[in-house]
Protein backbone atom coordinates (compact mmCIF):
# COMPACT_ATOMS: atom_id res chain seq x y z
CA UNK A 1 0.00 0.00 0.00
CA UNK A 2 1.59 3.68 -0.97
CA UNK A 3 0.84 6.42 1.55
CA UNK A 4 1.88 10.30 1.40
CA UNK A 5 1.58 13.34 2.95
CA UNK A 6 2.14 16.95 2.37
CA UNK A 7 1.59 20.54 3.78
CA UNK A 8 1.29 23.70 1.88
CA UNK A 9 1.09 26.65 3.80
CA UNK A 10 -1.22 29.77 2.74
CA UNK A 11 0.55 32.90 1.81
CA UNK A 12 0.16 37.12 2.02
CA UNK A 13 1.88 39.55 0.18
CA UNK A 14 3.48 42.31 1.02
CA UNK A 15 3.97 44.67 -2.27
CA UNK A 16 4.06 43.86 -5.64
CA UNK A 17 0.53 42.60 -6.10
CA UNK A 18 -1.04 42.58 -9.91
CA UNK A 19 2.37 44.45 -11.15
CA UNK A 20 4.29 41.10 -11.15
CA UNK A 21 2.51 40.24 -13.90
CA UNK A 22 4.72 42.79 -15.90
CA UNK A 23 7.97 42.03 -14.64
CA UNK A 24 7.57 43.83 -11.00
CA UNK A 25 9.31 41.93 -7.68
CA UNK A 26 6.74 41.12 -5.13
CA UNK A 27 7.66 40.45 -1.62
CA UNK A 28 5.78 37.34 -0.68
CA UNK A 29 4.77 35.48 2.72
CA UNK A 30 3.86 32.17 4.01
CA UNK A 31 1.10 32.40 6.50
CA UNK A 32 1.79 29.18 8.42
CA UNK A 33 -1.70 29.30 10.53
CA UNK A 34 -3.51 28.40 7.48
CA UNK A 35 -2.69 25.21 5.72
CA UNK A 36 -3.67 23.00 3.86
CA UNK A 37 -2.68 19.11 4.16
CA UNK A 38 -3.03 16.51 1.53
CA UNK A 39 -2.41 12.64 2.72
CA UNK A 40 -2.71 9.38 0.37
CA UNK A 41 -3.32 5.66 0.39
CA UNK A 42 -3.55 3.92 -2.04
CA UNK A 43 -4.14 0.11 -1.34
CA UNK A 44 -3.32 -2.73 -4.02
CA UNK A 45 -7.23 -3.28 -4.99
CA UNK A 46 -8.03 0.55 -5.47
CA UNK A 47 -9.31 0.66 -9.26
CA UNK A 48 -10.65 4.56 -9.08
CA UNK A 49 -9.87 7.70 -6.95
CA UNK A 50 -11.83 8.99 -3.89
CA UNK A 51 -11.76 11.83 -2.54
CA UNK A 52 -11.97 13.24 1.63
CA UNK A 53 -12.68 17.00 2.26
CA UNK A 54 -12.32 18.40 6.09
CA UNK A 55 -11.20 21.21 8.33
CA UNK A 56 -12.82 24.91 8.44
CA UNK A 57 -12.91 25.55 4.52
CA UNK A 58 -12.13 21.76 3.20
CA UNK A 59 -15.86 21.84 1.44
CA UNK A 60 -15.15 24.90 -0.65
CA UNK A 61 -12.60 22.60 -2.71
CA UNK A 62 -15.02 20.43 -3.62
CA UNK A 63 -15.51 21.39 -7.14
CA UNK A 64 -12.05 23.12 -7.31
CA UNK A 65 -10.30 19.70 -6.55
CA UNK A 66 -11.92 18.23 -9.58
CA UNK A 67 -11.42 21.10 -11.92
CA UNK A 68 -7.65 21.02 -11.27
CA UNK A 69 -7.24 16.87 -11.85
CA UNK A 70 -8.90 17.38 -15.16
CA UNK A 71 -6.68 19.83 -15.86
CA UNK A 72 -3.57 18.02 -14.48
CA UNK A 73 -4.45 15.04 -16.90
CA UNK A 74 -5.04 17.08 -19.17
CA UNK A 75 -1.39 18.64 -19.03
CA UNK A 76 0.47 15.00 -18.86
CA UNK A 77 -2.28 13.19 -21.56
CA UNK A 78 -3.59 11.01 -19.36
CA UNK A 79 -6.75 9.45 -18.43
CA UNK A 80 -8.38 10.53 -15.16
CA UNK A 81 -9.32 7.04 -14.64
CA UNK A 82 -5.62 5.88 -14.19
CA UNK A 83 -5.37 7.89 -10.64
CA UNK A 84 -6.39 5.84 -8.24
CA UNK A 85 -6.50 5.37 -4.02
CA UNK A 86 -7.92 7.87 -1.68
CA UNK A 87 -7.26 11.70 -0.97
CA UNK A 88 -7.67 13.27 1.85
CA UNK A 89 -7.95 17.45 1.82
CA UNK A 90 -7.83 19.08 4.96
CA UNK A 91 -8.12 22.83 4.23
CA UNK A 92 -8.11 26.20 6.99
CA UNK A 93 -7.08 28.72 4.12
CA UNK A 94 -10.58 30.22 2.67
CA UNK A 95 -11.20 30.45 -1.00
CA UNK A 96 -11.28 33.71 -2.65
CA UNK A 97 -9.57 35.52 0.17
CA UNK A 98 -6.42 36.18 -1.39
CA UNK A 99 -4.68 33.95 1.07
CA UNK A 100 -3.15 31.51 -1.51
CA UNK A 101 -5.93 28.49 -1.39
CA UNK A 102 -6.20 28.10 -5.33
CA UNK A 103 -1.80 27.95 -4.99
CA UNK A 104 -2.06 25.77 -1.93
CA UNK A 105 -4.19 23.13 -3.72
CA UNK A 106 -2.45 23.17 -7.21
CA UNK A 107 1.23 22.66 -5.17
CA UNK A 108 -0.18 19.92 -2.99
CA UNK A 109 -1.79 18.24 -6.52
CA UNK A 110 1.56 18.79 -7.97
CA UNK A 111 3.52 17.39 -5.57
CA UNK A 112 1.32 14.03 -5.02
CA UNK A 113 1.11 13.92 -8.95
CA UNK A 114 4.99 14.06 -8.51
CA UNK A 115 4.97 11.29 -5.93
CA UNK A 116 2.79 8.94 -7.97
CA UNK A 117 5.27 9.36 -11.33
CA UNK A 118 3.21 11.48 -13.40
CA UNK A 119 5.30 15.11 -12.53
CA UNK A 120 9.03 15.16 -12.25
CA UNK A 121 10.57 17.07 -9.74
CA UNK A 122 12.21 19.91 -12.37
CA UNK A 123 8.91 20.59 -13.76
CA UNK A 124 7.21 21.54 -10.38
CA UNK A 125 7.04 24.56 -10.48
CA UNK A 126 5.75 25.18 -13.94
CA UNK A 127 3.30 22.50 -13.81
CA UNK A 128 1.94 23.67 -10.76
CA UNK A 129 1.88 27.51 -12.06
CA UNK A 130 -0.64 26.50 -15.37
CA UNK A 131 -2.60 24.82 -13.18
CA UNK A 132 -3.42 27.63 -11.20
CA UNK A 133 -4.29 29.59 -14.43
CA UNK A 134 -7.13 27.96 -13.81
CA UNK A 135 -8.48 30.57 -11.44
CA UNK A 136 -6.15 33.56 -11.91
CA UNK A 137 -6.26 33.58 -15.77
CA UNK A 138 -2.69 34.40 -15.86
CA UNK A 139 -0.22 32.80 -12.63
CA UNK A 140 2.54 35.04 -12.18
CA UNK A 141 3.56 32.43 -10.06
CA UNK A 142 4.41 34.41 -6.60
CA UNK A 143 1.50 32.72 -5.00
CA UNK A 144 3.13 28.94 -6.07
CA UNK A 145 6.57 29.93 -5.61
CA UNK A 146 5.83 30.73 -2.08
CA UNK A 147 3.77 27.38 -1.38
CA UNK A 148 6.43 25.43 -2.87
CA UNK A 149 9.34 26.93 -0.93
CA UNK A 150 7.63 27.77 2.37
CA UNK A 151 9.70 31.00 2.74
CA UNK A 152 9.55 34.71 2.31
CA UNK A 153 10.48 35.61 -1.15
CA UNK A 154 11.76 37.94 -3.03
CA UNK A 155 9.94 36.99 -6.38
CA UNK A 156 10.24 38.69 -10.63
CA UNK A 157 8.90 36.46 -13.45
CA UNK A 158 11.14 33.97 -15.29
CA UNK A 159 13.87 34.75 -12.57
CA UNK A 160 14.81 32.49 -9.40
CA UNK A 161 13.67 33.23 -6.28
CA UNK A 162 15.84 35.02 -3.86
CA UNK A 163 15.00 34.38 0.04
CA UNK A 164 14.06 37.26 2.32
CA UNK A 165 15.91 37.98 5.31
CA UNK A 166 14.24 40.04 8.01
CA UNK A 167 16.62 42.30 10.19
CA UNK A 168 13.81 43.03 12.86
CA UNK A 169 10.11 41.73 13.24
CA UNK A 170 7.43 43.89 12.45
CA UNK A 171 4.16 44.09 14.17
CA UNK A 172 2.13 43.35 11.45
CA UNK A 173 -1.54 41.19 10.94
CA UNK A 174 -3.91 40.35 8.56
CA UNK A 175 -7.61 40.96 8.78
CA UNK A 176 -10.96 39.76 6.72
CA UNK A 177 -13.03 43.03 4.96
CA UNK A 178 -15.78 41.30 5.19
CA UNK A 179 -15.98 40.48 1.37
CA UNK A 180 -14.42 37.85 -0.59
CA UNK A 181 -12.17 39.08 -3.85
CA UNK A 182 -12.38 37.56 -6.84
CA UNK A 183 -8.59 37.21 -7.85
CA UNK A 184 -9.16 37.08 -11.89
CA UNK A 185 -11.83 39.38 -12.22
CA UNK A 186 -9.37 41.82 -9.95
CA UNK A 187 -6.74 41.19 -12.70
CA UNK A 188 -8.70 42.09 -15.73
CA UNK A 189 -9.86 44.69 -14.15
CA UNK A 190 -5.85 45.67 -13.82
CA UNK A 191 -5.86 44.69 -17.25
CA UNK A 192 -8.68 46.80 -18.77
CA UNK A 193 -7.67 49.88 -16.70
CA UNK A 194 -3.75 49.66 -18.68
CA UNK A 195 -5.52 49.69 -21.49
CA UNK A 196 -7.29 52.64 -21.21
CA UNK A 197 -4.82 54.22 -19.98
CA UNK A 198 -1.54 53.13 -20.84
CA UNK A 199 0.95 55.44 -19.61
CA UNK A 200 -0.77 55.76 -16.25
CA UNK A 201 -1.05 51.94 -16.00
CA UNK A 202 3.22 51.97 -16.39
CA UNK A 203 3.03 54.58 -13.86
CA UNK A 204 1.39 52.65 -11.15
CA UNK A 205 3.70 49.15 -12.07
CA UNK A 206 6.69 52.15 -11.69
CA UNK A 207 5.00 53.03 -8.18
CA UNK A 208 4.45 49.71 -7.06
CA UNK A 209 8.11 48.41 -8.15
CA UNK A 210 9.01 51.69 -5.43
CA UNK A 211 6.99 50.41 -2.75
CA UNK A 212 8.52 47.03 -3.10
CA UNK A 213 12.25 48.25 -3.07
CA UNK A 214 10.96 50.56 0.00
CA UNK A 215 9.60 47.54 1.47
CA UNK A 216 12.73 45.67 1.04
CA UNK A 217 14.83 47.97 2.12
CA UNK A 218 12.83 48.23 5.61
CA UNK A 219 13.20 44.98 6.51
CA UNK A 220 17.12 45.28 6.06
CA UNK A 221 17.25 47.94 8.56
CA UNK A 222 19.50 47.96 11.62
CA UNK A 223 17.00 50.26 13.49
CA UNK A 224 13.50 49.13 14.15
CA UNK A 225 12.43 52.68 13.99
CA UNK A 226 14.01 53.84 10.93
CA UNK A 227 12.57 49.98 9.19
CA UNK A 228 9.13 50.79 10.44
CA UNK A 229 9.08 54.58 9.27
CA UNK A 230 10.67 53.13 6.09
CA UNK A 231 8.34 50.06 5.70
CA UNK A 232 4.83 52.27 6.37
CA UNK A 233 6.29 54.48 3.69
CA UNK A 234 6.28 51.51 1.61
CA UNK A 235 2.91 50.02 2.39
CA UNK A 236 1.14 53.38 2.00
CA UNK A 237 2.48 53.82 -1.70
CA UNK A 238 1.26 50.56 -2.30
CA UNK A 239 -2.39 51.04 -1.37
CA UNK A 240 -2.27 54.43 -3.33
CA UNK A 241 -1.64 52.33 -5.95
CA UNK A 242 -4.64 49.97 -5.49
CA UNK A 243 -7.22 52.87 -5.04
CA UNK A 244 -6.10 53.82 -8.41
CA UNK A 245 -6.81 50.57 -9.78
CA UNK A 246 -9.93 50.87 -8.10
CA UNK A 247 -9.74 47.85 -5.85
CA UNK A 248 -10.40 49.14 -2.51
CA UNK A 249 -13.80 50.52 -2.70
CA UNK A 250 -16.87 49.36 -0.35
CA UNK A 251 -15.85 46.30 2.14
CA UNK A 252 -12.16 46.99 1.93
CA UNK A 253 -11.84 50.80 2.57
CA UNK A 254 -14.22 50.52 5.56
CA UNK A 255 -12.33 47.69 6.94
CA UNK A 256 -9.27 50.15 6.61
CA UNK A 257 -10.63 52.82 7.47
CA UNK A 258 -11.22 50.92 11.13
CA UNK A 259 -8.20 49.89 11.41
CA UNK A 260 -6.56 53.15 10.60
CA UNK A 261 -9.17 54.70 13.41
CA UNK A 262 -7.62 51.83 15.91
CA UNK A 263 -4.35 53.03 15.62
CA UNK A 264 -2.72 51.34 12.92
CA UNK A 265 0.17 52.64 11.25
CA UNK A 266 -0.23 51.49 7.55
CA UNK A 267 -2.68 49.53 5.98
CA UNK A 268 -3.41 47.74 2.34
CA UNK A 269 -5.24 44.92 -0.15
CA UNK A 270 -2.54 41.97 0.33
CA UNK A 271 -3.42 39.76 -2.70
CA UNK A 272 -5.99 40.85 -5.21
CA UNK A 273 -7.53 43.21 -3.88
CA UNK A 274 -11.41 43.88 -4.36
CA UNK A 275 -12.16 42.46 -0.85
CA UNK A 276 -10.24 39.20 0.60
CA UNK A 277 -7.68 40.38 3.54
CA UNK A 278 -6.22 43.54 4.70
CA UNK A 279 -2.37 43.81 5.84
CA UNK A 280 -1.51 46.37 8.76
CA UNK A 281 0.93 47.84 10.45
CA UNK A 282 1.48 48.74 13.93
CA UNK A 283 3.77 50.16 16.55
CA UNK A 284 2.12 49.98 19.60
CA UNK A 285 -0.09 46.10 20.26
CA UNK A 286 -3.58 46.54 18.46
CA UNK A 287 -6.88 47.40 20.83
CA UNK A 288 -7.71 43.72 23.09
CA UNK A 289 -11.34 43.91 20.96
CA UNK A 290 -9.88 43.76 17.73
CA UNK A 291 -7.23 41.26 18.36
CA UNK A 292 -9.35 38.54 17.74
CA UNK A 293 -10.10 39.36 14.02
CA UNK A 294 -6.53 39.90 13.13
CA UNK A 295 -4.27 37.09 11.77
CA UNK A 296 -0.20 37.36 13.06
CA UNK A 297 1.69 37.43 10.19
Not at 64 to 91: F, H, P, Q, R, Y
Not at 212 to 219: G, N, P, T, Y
Not at 261 to 275: E, F, I, N
Request: charged fraction near 25%; glycine fraction near 8%.
Amino acid sequence: MKTYSTQVPGKWILAGEHSVLRGVPALVFPLRTRVLDLSYICPTNANALSLNLHGEHGEELQILVWEVLEKACELKKIKKASLIGELTLKSSIPVGAGMGASAALCVAITRWMNFIGFVSSDEMFEFARTLENLFHGESSGVDIAVSLRGQALYYQRNQEPRPLRLEWAPQWYISYSGNRGVTIECVNKVKDFIERDPDLGKDLDAQMRESVEICEKALFQKDEKAGRDLLKKGIDLANRVFERWGLTEGAPQKHMELLKQSGALAVKPTGSGGGGYILSLWDNPPPAELLPKLIPC
